[in-house]
T-cell receptor
Framework: AQSVSQHNHHVILSEAASLELGCNYS??????LFWYVQYPGQHLQLLLK??????LVKGIKGFEAEFIKSKFSFNLRKPSVQWSDTAEYFC??????????FGSGTQLTVLP | DAMVIQNPRYQVTQFGKPVTLSCSQT?????MYWYQQKSSQAPKLLFH???????NEADTPDNFQSRRPNTSFCFLDIRSPGLGDTAMYLC?????????????FGAGTRLSVL
């Protein structure tokens, strides 16, 4: 069975700082990878996804993620965070059986 | 406009008192999912429907049941809630099964069992 690890439980940054959230997965086969974001009081929203092709994927709101197959990683990045990026971020892996497995989430707090 | 709607947003129930959580969708998606998310943990899939075909996860307790009377609605029934069932319950939908499906989530129902 696949699993997903997000090593940072809580990240605190000042506005304009750069962000990188780690995500590692364990699954030997072909996977599809996602980052979801949950703003306070709102539903989980898709931030970006990787299915195939260019391992550097761009999502909404200036976020991007890089799939590194050899490291089983799919880290999320943003060059300059804003206060409005305060949210919880979930990495997820979708195996061929369609089961979506989530990481435990990273709470990002951006200080104004 | 919300596409996956969960009601209620907050639910308090007593130990052992049955409770039903509701999910509706305007996306006309074939697949509907129920997840349980406990504090500081990842969402955990309980079961899903592909059309009327019910698929239970192996480790989902028998205490949790689901109904899908039509495409738009899906219910989560907890027959005898225990204190350990206090959690956020998330409903999601997708247009297909398989690895490339994208799931759309509702805002969740926060359930407290006293």
């Amino acid at each position: 069975a696949q699993s997903v690890s997000q090593h940072n439980h809580h990240v605190i940054l000042s506005e304009a700082a750069s962000l990188e959230l780690g995500c590692n997965y364990s699954y030997g086969g072909t996977v599809n990878l996602f980052w979801y974001v949950q703003y306070p009081g709102q539903h989980l929203q898709l931030l970006l996804k990787y299915f195939s092709g260019d391992p550097l994927v761009k999502g909404i709101k200036g976020f991007e993620a890089e799939f590194i197959k050899s490291k089983f990683s799919f880290n999320l990045r943003k060059p300059s965070v804003q206060w409005s990026d305060t949210a919880e971020y979930f990495c997820a892996v979708n195996a061929p059986n369609g089961q979506l497995t989530f990481g435990s989430g990273t709470q990002l707090t951006v200080l104004p | 406009d919300a596409m996956v709607i969960q009601n209620p947003r907050y639910q308090v129930t007593q130990f052992g008192k049955p409770v039903t959580l509701s999910c509706s969708q305007t996306l006309n998606h074939n697949v509907m999912y129920w997840y349980q998310q406990k504090s500081s943990q990842a969402p955990k899939l309980l079961f899903h429907y592909y059309d009327k075909d019910f698929n239970n996860e192996a480790d989902t307790p028998d205490n949790f049941q689901s109904r899908r009377p039509n495409t738009s609605f899906c219910f989560l029934d907890i027959r005898s809630p225990g204190l350990g069932d206090t959690a956020m319950y998330l409903c999601a939908t997708s247009s297909l099964r398989g690895a490339k499906n994208i799931q759309y989530f509702g805002a969740g129902t926060r359930l407290s069992v006293l």
